[in-house]
């Protein structure tokens, strides 16, 4: 994770002191790009503790395809709260968007036109096992009809999945999966350590039911930024050493990606520094 400090270092040193829409105001950087080897540990931070509860049940309310945060509040789950309604909702993003982006089908023969919904993660792992080296396995959570319907436009906007045949000398001779995450705006404390563990993840689990093994992840941002009110927990943590990586267990047996339940994961090894806390920017 010494690619992550890097990054906060860089932008400590070098970020454009900006203000923002929250008004809290940052230091950011635009472009830049981190790999993780999948197969080297689960890639969580280890100079701060992450509340990986949170990442896991945040990924399968995304897969569910769920906008309403009531399934995130029965599990304990608090981190959308500022940015829903009275009854929970969000607007369309990303689960509408992964699962349901709505689109206009013309009628046939003189008919009316009909709305017809694409679900992105559905079609994504059938072409990922059925045409492997194709180009375009994306998900877009980017909606240009439906973003000023959002609680919150999506910061992880675009990512697309790449399968690399295996090197003559693996002892594992299945392909690798690998992930690449465009993030519009990244919050370098807070959010992208979650960003991080929950694509990782979900990679993972795109493996297991496609059987490939884990190949990389490859998160490239585009705004990145150290929110004003994050500074000394970015040094704290910056004065800390960084430790082994856990190892991520996933229930082998399931293979169905809408599947996965909460209990099928276990993190192992994971032995970070002290939690660090931080007020969120809404
Ligand atoms: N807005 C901002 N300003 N930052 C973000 O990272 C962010 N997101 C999502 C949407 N808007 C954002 C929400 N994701 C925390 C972590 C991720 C979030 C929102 C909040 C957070 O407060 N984490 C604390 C507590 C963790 C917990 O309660 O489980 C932490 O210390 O990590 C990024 O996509």
Redesign the pocket.
């Known amino acids: 994770m010494q690619t992550y400090l890097n990054l906060m270092q860089h932008v400590l040193d070098h970020g454009h002191i900006k203000t923002d829409r ?1 008004g809290t105001g940052t230091r950011s950087v635009f472009g830049w790009q981190m790999r993780f080897d999948l197969e080297a540990g689960f890639p969580v931070l280890t100079t ?1 503790k ?2 990986l ?2 990442i896991i049940h ?1 990924l399968l309310w995304f897969l569910q395809g769920s906008t309403n945060i009531a399934y995130l509040k029965e599990n304990g ?4 709260d500022d ?1 829903a309604d009275e009854q929970g909702e969000l607007g369309p993003v990303y689960g509408k968007q992964w699962r349901r982006w709505e689109t206009v089908a013309p009628g046939k023969d003189g008919a009316p036109p009909t709305i017809r919904t694409i679900d992105q993660i559905t079609q994504l792992v059938a072409g990922l096992k059925n045409n492997p080296d194709s180009r375009r396995h994306l998900v877009c959570a980017w909606n240009p009809g439906e973003v000023d319907r959002m609680a ?1 436009p999506p ?2 906007a675009l990512f697309q999945f790449y399968v690399a045949p295996p090197a003559a000398a693996d002892i594992d001779q299945r392909p690798r999966l690998s992930c690449q995450l465009y993030q519009r705006s990244a ?1 370098i404390f ?6 991080i563990a929950s694509y990782a993840l979900l990679t993972l689990m795109i493996a297991q039911v496609c059987n490939y093994r884990p190949g990389e992840f490859i998160h490239t941002l585009g705004d990145a930024h150290l ?1 004003s009110n994050h500074l000394e927990q970015a040094k704290l943590q910056l004065s800390r050493d960084t430790r082994k990586l856990p190892v991520m267990r996933i229930n082998p047996e399931v293979t169905d990606l809408f599947a996965f339940r909460f209990e099928d994961f276990s993190l192992e090894g994971y032995e970070p520094h002290p ?4 007020p ?3």
């Open positions: 929250t701060k992450l509340h509860r949170s945040e789950v608090s981190i959308w940015w919150l910061c992880h919050d807070l959010g992208v350590p979650f960003n929110y939690h660090i806390p931080a969120v920017a809404v």
